[in-house]
C-alpha cells in the first residue's frame, strides 16, 4: 500500500510546489514502514468518506431509476422502429428515397439501446466508488480505526437532490 494514501487520509498533509505532498507534522516527506506514528484522522477522512458515500447512494438511485426505463424504453423503441419501417415500405412504394424513414428506425433503435448503456455506466461508477470506499477501510484497518457512514437525501425537486453524509469515526 503507498503511503501516499495513508497521508491522504490524513489531517497534517500539506502540498509544497517544490516537494509535493509533505507532512505538516514533520515538515518533510513521508517516510514511515507500515503506519505513520503521527497520523490523524479527522476532517480530511470524514470529508472523503462523505463525498464518496453520497456518490454511491446518489449512484444506487440512479440505477434504480433507470431500471424502469429498462422496460418502458425497448417497447418504445420498437414501436417508434415498427413506424419507421411501415413508413420505409410506404415510401419505396411511391419510388422516393427513404432517407427520413431510415433515421427514425436509427432513433428507434437508439431507444432501445440507450437504458441498457446508461445502466452500465452507472453500474461502473459503482464498483470503482465501492473500490475507493474498499480502499480506504484497508488503510484504516492498519490504525484499527472504522468507521460509521449515514446519508441523507433532501426532497427531490426538478430531478435534483442534495445529500449529506454523516460519517463517524470509531477509534
Known amino acids: 500500500m503507498k503511503m501516499k494514501r495513508h ?4 489531517d497534517h498533509q500539506t502540498f509544497n510546489l517544490k516537494k509535493g505532498s509533505i507532512c505538516g507534522a514533520t515538515k518533510r516527506k513521508p517516510d514511515f514502514n507500515g503506519t505513520c506514528v503521527r497520523i490523524e484522522f479527522n476532517n480530511s477522512l470524514k470529508e472523503q468518506l462523505e463525498e464518496l458515500h453520497i456518490n454511491l447512494e446518489d449512484q444506487i438511485i440512479m440505477k434504480k431509476k433507470f431500471d424502469s426505463s429498462l422496460i418502458l424504453n425497448p417497447v418504445f423503441g420498437l414501436i417508434v422502429v415498427a413506424m419507421g ?12 428515397i427513404a432517407f427520413i424513414p431510415a433515421s427514425i428506425i436509427a432513433i428507434g433503435l437508439y431507444i432501445i439501446r440507450n ?6 455506466i452507472i453500474k ?34 426538478h ?13
Do not use: R
Open 115 to 120: 437504458p441498457f448503456t446508461q445502466k452500465k
Open 85 to 96: 419501417y411501415y413508413l420505409w415500405k410506404y415510401i419505396l412504394n411511391k419510388g422516393f
Open 7 to 10: 497521508c491522504d487520509l490524513c
Open 159 to 171: 430531478g435534483k437532490q442534495k445529500g449529506k453524509g454523516h460519517i463517524k469515526i470509531l477509534k
Open 124 to 157: 461502473n461508477e459503482i464498483s470503482i466508488i465501492k473500490g475507493e470506499i474498499n480502499e480506504i477501510k484497508n488503510v484504516l484497518k492498519l490504525y484499527q480505526v472504522s468507521y460509521e457512514a449515514k446519508v441523507e437525501f433532501t426532497k427531490e425537486v
